[in-house]
């Protein structure tokens, strides 16, 4: 049997750690060749259980990303031999092929490398262009080092996406605007724009006390609408909640975590799933019931502005959300329906969590009944 997946590459090296961060990485440079035996041991275990526990002879990688940590501490080397080590082991045939990089210590020499190797998109974490906000962030860059990587970025990357943060403290609506409008001076074509997130665990999450949370939240709002405003007026399409895209320039790999299709991961912290199993290293964390499918594709389904289709959720479950059960969101406002999917508004986008925790209640309801 053969299987179409898209390929996670962990890289979970940073130059400091950034105090809102709360992904797997640690301050360290790279020791290349060492890791590098270590991501080949990984790539074999993985053939083999996919081997054995899945029958899966033939491995299909249709989309590539290498995220982080920071995968342009790697050097270009270092990636063709990955690539080359991945096609003794699966059908290596990415049709999208991302690196994520930080603007600290990028050149056009070392783009170009990462290009020549088969990069074809490249995600550079801008974060902010403004210096008060990267200082904020503690980031290693300035807002000059960030707009001379975007310069660089454009010359050698026609599909180049951004990583914007929004909300520090001290950014209103005019200074996001700015910032993005700075950014729009460059041909982007992808941008995912995030929120500033105090996560539990990280210096941050002790920072923000109650009141500064509670003061976000009323300017999260303003400031999601307001540069939802401005790219949907600029062409691009608001495709899913954190992700703005020219059309033909979503995400193709985010895309199949959105959509529930499988993916492999490697390196440390890289989580996969097959079918109903997810597992890390060898580890298997769940093995996932139809109910777990399903309040998942409806979880991710409704990030895209797309939704989530009714009929995915009748073939996991045997049997369909009654339109009766959508009223309330649809009265509300929060959802629409188009054909067999239900998608959200941006009402629904911003109350993503209550739609969510109402159609997660609805289908358990539902599958303890046995359908209706
Ligand atoms: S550079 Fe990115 S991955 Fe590394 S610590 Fe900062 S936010 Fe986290």
Not at 18 to 47: H, N, T
Not at 233 to 262: M, V
Not at 273 to 292: A, F, H, Q, S
Not at 345 to 353: D, I, K, P, V
Request: glycine share 8%; charged share 25%.
């Amino acid at each position: 049997m053969t299987e179409a997946v898209g390929l996670y590459f962990h890289v979970p090296f940073c130059l400091k750690k950034c105090p809102y961060c709360d992904f797997y990485s640690v301050a360290k440079k790279p020791e290349e060749k060492e890791f590098l035996a270590i991501i080949k041991e990984d790539i074999r275990r993985k053939k083999s259980l996919l081997e054995e526990r899945f029958f899966l002879r033939e491995i299909r990688i249709i989309t590539f990303y290498a995220g982080g940590g920071t995968p342009s501490l790697l050097s270009q080397a270092f990636y063709e031999s990955l690539f080359s080590e991945l096609s003794k082991h699966f059908i290596f045939e990415p049709v999208e092929l991302t690196i994520e990089a930080n603007p600290e210590g990028l050149t056009l020499e070392k783009l170009s490398g990462y290009k020549e190797v088969g990069f074809n998109r490249l995600s550079l974490g801008v974060q902010s262009l403004a210096n008060r906000g990267l200082r904020f962030l503690s980031r290693v860059h300035d807002a000059k080092t960030a707009l001379k990587a975007l310069e660089m970025g454009a010359k050698v990357f026609e599909n180049l996406s951004v990583d914007l943060i929004y909300g520090y403290i001290g950014q209103g609506v005019k200074t996001l605007l700015k910032e993005l409008s700075l950014l729009l001076n460059f041909p982007v074509k992808h941008i995912s724009l995030y929120e500033l997130t105090p996560y539990e665990g990280t210096p941050f999450a002790e920072r923000f006390g109650e009141r500064q949370r509670q003061k976000n939240l009323r300017l999260g709002r303003k400031l999601f609408l307001a540069s939802h405003e401005f790219l949907e007026e600029r062409g691009f399409i608001h495709y899913e909640i954190s992700n703005y895209a020219k059309p033909s320039y979503f995400c193709q790999h985010n895309l199949l975590y959105w959509e529930f299709k499988p993916y492999l991961g490697i390196g440390p912290g890289a989580v996969s799933r097959i079918e109903n199993l997810r597992w890390k290293d060898d580890e298997v964390l769940e093995e996932l019931t139809p109910l777990d499918m399903a309040k998942e594709v409806i979880f991710m389904g409704l990030r895209m502005q797309k939704g989530f289709s009714t009929l995915q959720i009748k073939r996991l479950l045997g049997f369909s959300i009654p339109k009766e059960d959508l009223e309330p969101l649809l009265k509300e406002g929060l959802v629409v329906l188009d054909g067999e999917r239900v998608c959200p508004t941006l009402e629904g986008f911003l109350r993503h969590s209550l739609v969510v925790k109402y159609l997660w209640q609805v289908v358990e309801a539902l599958y303890k009944e046995g359908g209706r």
